[in-house]
C-alpha cells in the first residue's frame, strides 16, 4: 500500500515536472521582453520566437554590455523553471523583465555607407563582446531631411553578416556640427516612434490634411509596416528590423496584402538559396503618394516641413550574387490608383509572371489589384533608370532576360 502510494506520488511529481510551462520569449513583440533584451546563445529561434523547455540551461549575453541587475556580468548562465528563470550564479528565481542588459544588443548607429549622395549613412550593428567588432546586419541611406529611408541592404549570407567597405569604428570625436547631428537624429527618431506606434493618431492626421476636400477615404487607413522584414532574417537577428528607421507608412489593405505576400515570397526565396547562393536584399521608398482632389492632387506628409511621406512606392531588389541576376519588385501604395493612372505608374514592362517563386503573389495573380498594392516585377536596368534611391552603379547586371532572376536554386 505504502509503496503504491509512493509510485502515485513519483508518476505525480513526473507528470507535473513534464508539464511545467516552457520558458517562452517573444522577438517579435515591443511590450513583453524587458528593455534591452539579451541574446540568448545557447538556444535558436524560430519563427519569431524562442521556447526553451523546463529544466533546460540557457546562456544569455549582453554583448560585451553589462546586465542592469548583474552590473558585474555580461553573460549568465539561468535553467528554465516553470517559466522563470533560475539564475544559477545567486541562485534567485527571475522573470524575464529582471534579465535586461544595460544597453541593447542591437544599436542603429549613423555610420559609413557608399553610394548614399548626400543622405545620411546608418547600419544596423550587433553588438559582440569583447574585443570582436560589431557585426553589421544591414546598411541604409536615411534621408534625415525628410524622415524616411531611401534604400536599405542586408544579406542571406550565415548569420546575416553583411560585408561592409573597411571603416573605422572609432567615433570621431564630435563636433559642434556632430553634436548638432546626434540631437537632430535624437529628435527624428523620437517623432517616428511616436508616429509609427500609434494607427489612430496617424490617421487622425491624414483626415486633417484633407479635411477640407471631403476626400472620400472609403475606409482605408494608414498602418505602419517595416521595409526590410523580419523574416529575412536569421534567429534573433531579425530584431534589428524593429528599428523606426525601417519602418514607413503603408495603406493597411496593401500592407495585409501585396507588401505581405512579397515579403513572405522573398523570405522563403532567401531561405531556400541559403545554402546554393549568396543573395543581397535591398529595399526602399521612391515617390511621394499623391491623392486627387479636385483636378489636383496633394502630396501626402505626416509632418509639417516635407517630412514624414507616405511613400508612391514600396520597392524591393533581390540580386544573386555568384549568378549575377536581379530583380526589382515594386509595389504601389496607393488602393485608389485609377485605372487610367495605372499605365503612369507602372514604369516597366512587368515579368512578374516569368518570377516562378513568387507563389504568394502569383496566386489569384494578387500582383494585378490596386487594393492589395500593385505590384509589376522590373529588370533592374528598367528599375534604376527610374528610381534613383537605387543608383545604376550598386549592382552591375547584364540588360534584359540575362540578368533577370526567376529561377530557384536547386
Ligand atoms: C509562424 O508563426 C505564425 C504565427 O505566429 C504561424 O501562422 C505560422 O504558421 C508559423 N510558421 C511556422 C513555419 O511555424
Ligand atoms: C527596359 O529595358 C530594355 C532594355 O533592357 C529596353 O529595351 C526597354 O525600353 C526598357 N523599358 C522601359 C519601359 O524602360
Known amino acids: 500500500m505504502g509503496l503504491l502510494r509512493l509510485a502515485v506520488l513519483v508518476l505525480c511529481f513526473q507528470l507535473a515536472h513534464f508539464t511545467d510551462p516552457p520558458c517562452e520569449m517573444e522577438l517579435e513583440c515591443a511590450e513583453c521582453v524587458p528593455d534591452n533584451m539579451p541574446l540568448v546563445t545557447s538556444h535558436r529561434a524560430a519563427n519569431g520566437s524562442l521556447t526553451v523547455p523546463a529544466g533546460d540551461e540557457l546562456t544569455l549575453a549582453c554583448g560585451g554590455g553589462k546586465f542592469l541587475a548583474y552590473p558585474l556580468r555580461d553573460t549568465l548562465t539561468v535553467q528554465c523553471e516553470a517559466g522563470r528563470y533560475r539564475v544559477r550564479a545567486d541562485d534567485t528565481l527571475r522573470h524575464l523583465l529582471d534579465l535586461g542588459c544595460q544597453e541593447?544588443?542591437?544599436?542603429?548607429?549613423?555610420h559609413q555607407v557608399d553610394n548614399c549622395g548626400n543622405l545620411q549613412g546608418r547600419a544596423y550593428l550587433m553588438r559582440s563582446a569583447g574585443a570582436q567588432p560589431s557585426r553589421h546586419l544591414a546598411a541604409l541611406c536615411f534621408d534625415a531631411d525628410r524622415a524616411v529611408a531611401a534604400r536599405l541592404?542586408?544579406?542571406n549570407a550565415p548569420h546575416n553578416a553583411l560585408r561592409v567597405a573597411p571603416h573605422s569604428d572609432a567615433a570621431a570625436p564630435l563636433s559642434l556640427l556632430g553634436n548638432f547631428n546626434h540631437m537632430f537624429d535624437a529628435t527624428t527618431r523620437h517623432a517616428a516612434e511616436r508616429l509609427y506606434s500609434d494607427d489612430a493618431r496617424m490617421n487622425r492626421r491624414l483626415r486633417e490634411l484633407l479635411k477640407h476636400e471631403h476626400y472620400s477615404f472609403a475606409e482605408q487607413s494608414l498602418t505602419s509596416a517595416k521595409l526590410l522584414s523580419s523574416h529575412y532574417f536569421e534567429d534573433q537577428n531579425m530584431r534589428v528590423t524593429d528599428f523606426v528607421s525601417n519602418r514607413v507608412a503603408v495603406w493597411r489593405s496593401v500592407a495585409h496584402g501585396n507588401l505581405r505576400h512579397v515579403q513572405r515570397d522573398v523570405a522563403k526565396f532567401l531561405a531556400l538559396s541559403r545554402p546554393h547562393a549568396e543573395l543581397d536584399v535591398y529595399a526602399g521608398t521612391h515617390g511621394v503618394l499623391a491623392l486627387r482632389v479636385g483636378h489636383d492632387h496633394t502630396e501626402i506628409f505626416l509632418k509639417a516641413g516635407q517630412r514624414f511621406p507616405v511613400p508612391k512606392y514600396i520597392w524591393t531588389v533581390v540580386h544573386a550574387k555568384q549568378a549575377n541576376k536581379a530583380v526589382a519588385l515594386v509595389l504601389l501604395n496607393d488602393p485608389f490608383v485609377s485605372v487610367s493612372e495605372i499605365r503612369e505608374a507602372v514604369f516597366c514592362e512587368s515579368a512578374c509572371g516569368r518570377v516562378p517563386w513568387l507563389h504568394e503573389l502569383r496566386r489569384q495573380r494578387r500582383y494585378e489589384t490596386p487594393l492589395y498594392g500593385l505590384v509589376f516585377c522590373c529588370s533592374l536596368r528598367n528599375f534604376t533608370s527610374v528610381?534613383?534611391?537605387?543608383?545604376?552603379?550598386?549592382?552591375?547586371?547584364?540588360?534584359?532576360?540575362?540578368?533577370?532572376?526567376?529561377?530557384l536554386f536547386d
Do not use: H, K, Y
Open 153 to 155: 541592404r542586408m544579406s
Open 387 to 407: 528610381v534613383s534611391e537605387m543608383p545604376e552603379q550598386l549592382i552591375n547586371v547584364p540588360e534584359g532576360n540575362a540578368g533577370m532572376l526567376t529561377e
Open 104 to 110: 541593447s544588443i542591437f544599436e542603429d548607429v549613423l
